[in-house]
C-alpha cells in the first residue's frame, strides 16, 4: 500500500520538475533569423540590415539569439534555407531582399507558428508582414545634389533589376535633377544582379564613357563609388554611407536604417501584439536618411538639399507631385496632384529626362 508521505513526495517532485521546465521554457531565448542576398561586408543593403540585427543584441542581450546566413540566391536556395530556419526553432524569421517573396509565403505556409517578415515585398499573409523604406525619398535629394554639381547634364544609374521599387527609385532621382537642371538627364545600365561588383565596375565605366559625371547606383557593392573615386568623377552612395570607398567623389548617400524598426518588432513578438501588416517609412520616420555632404558641396547647394529633405519629412514637399510627363511626353501626373502610394509601388514607366527603355 502507498504510503500518503510517498504521494505527497511524488507530487512536490512532480511540481518542482513542472516548475523548473515552465522556468526554463521562459528563459529561453527568442530565436530571430535573417536571411541576406549578398555579403554582410562593411557596406550596403546587407551591411546596413546586419547592423540592425547586432543592434538587437546590444537591446536585448542574452533575452533573444540571432542568426543569419548571407549570399543567398533568390529562388530554390532561398526557400531551402527560410525552411530550414523555421525547422531549426526560429520564432521570427526576417528576409531580406525582393525575390525571397514566393518562398517566404511557400514556407509560411508550412510553419503556420512561425512569423515572417519580408522586406520589400508585397504579398503577406495571417503569419507573414512587410516592411520597405520610402527609399525614392532620398533619390530625389541625390538627384537634386547631381543636378546642382553635374558640368556635363549627364548622370549614369547602374541599376539591378526594372522592378517597381528600382524604377521609382530612378525616377524619383530624375524628378530631383530636373528641379534644379531641366537639362540634366539620367542614363540607365542594367546589371540584373543586386550583388556583382564587376559587373558594377563595368556598368559605372561604360556610364562614364557616355559622358557622365555623376555616378549612382541601385545595387549593392561599393564598386560604383570606387570605380568614380579612381576615375575622379563624383557618386552618390546607396543604402550606406560609402565615402571611405570614395573620400573625394562621394557627394552624399541615401542610407536606409533598420534599428528601430527590428527593435519593435522584437518587442511586438514577445508582447504577443505581433500582426500581419504593411510598414512604409522614409524621412519622417528616420527609416532613409542623408549621409554627410562632402566638403566639395557649397553650402547653398546642401542647405538647399536639407530645406528640400525637410519639406518631405513634413508632407509639405511630393518627390512625385504633377505636373509629371514620361519619355514620350505625356502628361502621367497632372497639375495639383501627385501619385499614390499603389501607384509609386507599382511604376513601371519612365519619367521625362531618363534616357532609355525598361527592359522587358
Known sequence: MTSIR???????????LALAGATAQAEAPLKVGFVYVSPVGD???TYQHDLARKNLEKVFGDKIKTTFVESVPEGADAERVIRQLAADGNTLIFTTSFGYMNPTIKVAQQFPKVIFEHATGYKRAKNVGTYSARFYEGRYIA???????TKSNTIGYVAAFPIPEVVNGIDAFTQGLRSVNPKGQVRVVWTSAW???GKEREAAETLISQGADVLTQHTDSTAVVQTAEEKHVWAIGYHSDMSKYGPHAQLTASTHHWDEYYVGEIKKVVGGTWKSGDVWGGFKEGMVQMAPMNSAVPKEVADLAKEKQAAIAAGKLHPFAG????????????????????EILSMNWFVEGVVGTLPK
Do not use: F
Open 6 to 16: 510517498k504521494i505527497l513526495g511524488s507530487a512536490a517532485l512532480a511540481g518542482a
Open 43 to 45: 557596406a550596403g543593403w
Open 143 to 149: 538627384g537634386v545634389v547631381a543636378g546642382k554639381m
Open 195 to 197: 550583388y556583382d561588383p
Open 323 to 342: 505636373p509629371i510627363k514620361d519619355q514620350s511626353g505625356k502628361v502621367r501626373v497632372p497639375q495639383g496632384k501627385h501619385m499614390t502610394d499603389a
